[in-house]
């Protein structure tokens, strides 16, 4: 058996770092490529009948190439800034970045809008043409999606803009946190550093993390506050120009799922999570308490908790991939062999976790702070469940691989869910198996509480944004409300300062990243049940399902492959029944 190490190895996608002479010359390369694009589409007509698409094939070829060019890029940089936020000029090749993305989203909503004109019954002809029928979903929702746009040069003014606007805050965010850091028993930690203490068995060491990020997130509130009224402000903004009132209309785009769908889940949680609070309270009983804190939610309860070092987690991930899929097996043990993974503990690394893809070199790469406990050994397996995912669509058309977050959520959650569960079985004594089952009944509470928490202030957040700039006050004030709501107020303490310490309020890929990991946790279980259901014979058709996620709807691909209606509240009953057999099992042990 190999010796994983915890640094991941950049080196072999473009040596040197920020510094690196390959990704000039790549990045070179990619500007020659758009320059290119741009020329074709500049000049291209909509074809008049199915004869003329020789041009569409090429302008096609290259869309493709410099969308798989610029990702590479992409990937690239975020790794460096993640591993160094200290790192400056990641943060130019960052901007670098920006300006080639716009570039690209310019050119192709100019594409798009050629794509409008063309006469429906054409369009249809051309979508059952050999090189397109294959990549004719995504065409026809780029096409439908155009339709609700404005104008091509009102747009490209949009994405020229969006560079130093919409994009610069949340850079400007990410610097800020960069320079935070918390001082514990001596020792200078980053946030990130500071948040994997909040499930230390330890109250007074999760008491004490939690006082110092909330005065840390506090000390620069107005400054958070900064970045997400104006980076929200930009959104809205271009929603009013388009005429969207709805505030979920581009996340459930998005995510290629129905307002329906989103509000059948929410319904159902809403419903079960009455389950659960005898369970907070039970948990807080164990923790010789009388009624829990925010900090204490993630927190192990008694004794029992094993630490597993690096190669111990790596090996039992594997093992347990290779019982539900010698496939994802083989991938894992690859990844660590070939150090795609950086998870050292130390000072100078963003906080939490990511997988991103390289989709030109075919590889992957996962960040995270790896800290030994059963909740890290599961992170772990989560990103690697995003990283195989990825593993299966790299042979498809790149059109084809832009699956969403929900179901790119699945998948992770998934692979999470074959460990977690493994585990609870496989423990040698009562004590091990209650522990480990209640950090699956953890996660629960997170998917059902933490992140409906999310949804909830981010909903209520884009409201009153509408009316005007939302103060630091008010942000502490919605979200202690909506953390209140989704805990149905069984914690004596909140984390009011939630809003500025989660980046995912403050990205600008796409709002909303909260739902799509409640939806991820919840398909997966239906997934898994089949998978438990069929048994080995279900790689194949998990690899199937896997492969259509970036070419369907998430309605049509949950019919198609579980034979089930997501915009009813059945599946999403089901799904919470098996939630619940794990809570009740705890239940009854405690």
Known sequence: MANYRLTWDLDSIFEGGSDSGELKKYVHKTEENLD????????????????QTEDLSVILDKVQLVTKELSEFGAFVSCLSAQNVHDKKANIWQSKRSELGARLSNALTELDQVFVQVDNDVWKSILNQKPFKVISFVLDERRQLAKDKLEVKRESLINDLSVDGYHAWGQMYDSIVAKLSITMDGEKLSVGQASNKL???????????????????????DLFSETLNHLSGFRLQTYKHRGWENVLKEPLE???????????????????????????????????????????????????????????????????????SPKMAEFAEMAFEKRWIEAEDRPGKQPGGFCTSFPDSGETRIFMTYSGSPSSVATLAHELGHAYHQHVMNGLPIFNQGYAMNVAETASTFAEMIVADAAVKQAVDEAERLTLLEDKVQRS????????????????????????????????????????????ETLEEYDPTFWASKLHFHITDVPFYNFPYTFGYLFSMGIYSKALEIGRDFEGQYIALLQDTGRMTVEDLARKHLGVDVEEPEFWEHALDLCLGDLKEFMSLV
Do not use: C
């Not at 290119?36 to 004869?51: A, C, K, V, Y």
């Not at 999570?273 to 923790?287: F, S």
């Not at 998917?447 to 630091?472: P, W």
């Open 445 to 488: 509470v997170a998917f059902f509480m933490n992140i409906h928490a999310r949804f909830l202030f981010e909903t209520r957040f884009y409201e009153e944004r509408k009316q005007g700039v939302v103060s630091a006050e008010r942000l502490n004030t919605l979200m202690t409300e909506a953390q209140k709501e989704a805990y149905m």
């Open 254 to 324: 998005y995510n290629r799922m129905s307002e329906k769908t989103l509000n059948a889940m929410w319904n159902t949680i809403t419903e079960y999570k009455k389950h659960y609070i005898p369970y907070m309270k039970k948990k807080a009983e164990k923790l010789g308490i009388n009624q829990m804190s925010f900090y204490d939610v993630e927190a192990p309860i008694g004794q029992t908790e094993n630490r597993m070092s690096f190669q111990e987690g790596a090996e039992l991930i594997i093992q347990q991939f290779r019982k539900f």
């Open 199 to 221: 499930d230390d068995s330890d109250r007074n060491v999760r008491k004490e993390a939690f006082e110092k990020l909330q005065e840390t997130w506090g000390n620069d509130a």
């Open 36 to 51: 290119e694009l741009e020329q074709l589409i500049d000049t291209f007509t909509p074809p008049r009948n199915t004869d």
